[in-house]
Nanobody, 116 residues
Framework: QVQLVESGGGLVQPGGSLRLSCAAS????????MSWYRQAPGKEREFVAR????????NYADSMKGRFSISRDNAKNTVYLQMNSLKPEDAAVYYC?????????WGQGTQVTVSS
């Protein structure tokens, strides 16, 4: 079955960096686009970034452009989210996601805390 497992979250100071990873299994990873979303307490889940199946075209939410970078390694079935210049408002649970035949699959999420 489809499995998405995020890792790499933690506590970071404002202005710091983190790299999140999402290990995928149970489907032909290189055939599908992958996305990152996040959800802060009391807020709706929001889109962060998306990368095509080949790692070519990428899309970002406006507030992440220039600070976040999504990438993938199809040989390792893993998608990454490099987050730089982190702000307190970036604190959230970060989820990776893929859509296969119209069904959205989500990981369990990884917590990112931005605080001094």
């Amino acid at each position: 079955q489809v499995q998405l497992v995020e890792s790499g979250g933690g506590l970071v100071q404002p202005g710091g960096s983190l790299r999140l990873s999402c290990a995928a299994s149970g489907f032909p990873f290189s055939n599908y686009a992958m996305s990152w979303y996040r959800q802060a307490p009391g807020k709706e889940r929001e889109f962060v970034a998306r990368i095509s199946s080949t790692g070519g075209p990428t899309n970002y939410a406006d507030s992440m452009k220039g600070r976040f970078s999504i990438s993938r390694d199809n040989a390792k079935n893993t998608v990454y989210l490099q987050m730089n210049s982190l702000k307190p408002e970036d604190a959230a649970v970060y989820y990776c996601e893929t859509r296969i035949w119209g069904i959205d699959y989500w990981g369990q999420g990884t917590q990112v805390t931005v605080s001094s």
